[in-house]
């Protein structure tokens, strides 16, 4: 009976941790106000995937996203994947979203979490938050931001790439 409950403990550790390592399918929206379902990104075969949890209010956001944006352009040249700036601001602050956007320059694709569902699915408790997903599979994760982590960020995508 003692190796049944143990078994039967570890197939639903291994199943609650394959399931933890997915991007749960929520609904999101684009600046222009269409719907976008996370599964689409899940979907993206063969390149990687970088989503980045960020707000309006969150300086070291702001930060991550700025230096994010200043290498861009020469990390797509050299490397295959795609970039998601998730803004977690309410509906109270994300009609701020699309003039700060604008106002920065950012050149990358973002979407909103207004009522930080997607946010709540994954358990993120504070942002910046930064994952990277491969074939569907969550294969990196940071919390926080530190000047220079957008290096470590662009050394995964080009590992996985």
Same mark, same amino acid.
């Given at each position: ?15 609650? /941790? ?14 222009? /106000? ?11 075969? /063969? ?6 949890? $960020?707000?309006? $209010? +969150?300086?070291? +956001? ?12 020469? $990390? ?26 604008? /106002?920065?320059? $950012? ?55």
């Amino acid at each position: 009976m003692s190796k049944m409950f143990t078994a039967a403990i570890l197939i639903m550790v291994m199943q609650f /941790g394959a399931n933890a390592q997915v991007l749960p399918n929520v609904k999101l929206s684009t600046l222009g /106000g269409a719907n976008f379902q996370t599964q689409q990104l899940n979907e993206i075969e /063969g390149k990687p995937v970088v989503l980045s949890f $960020w707000a309006t $209010w +969150c300086i070291p +956001c702001l930060n991550e996203l700025t230096a994010i944006n200043d290498n861009l352009d020469d $990390w797509k040249k050299e490397s295959k994947f795609e970039f998601y700036a998730i803004s977690e601001d309410d509906s109270r602050t994300a009609k701020r979203v699309p003039a700060l956007v604008n /106002g920065k320059g $950012w050149n990358f694709n973002v979407l909103l979490d207004k009522n930080q569902d997607l946010k709540r699915e994954l358990n993120l408790m504070n942002i910046p938050y930064t994952m990277v997903i491969k074939d569907g599979k969550i294969i990196y994760r940071q919390a926080g931001y530190v000047a220079g982590n957008e290096n470590e960020l662009y050394k995964i995508i080009k590992e996985n790439q």
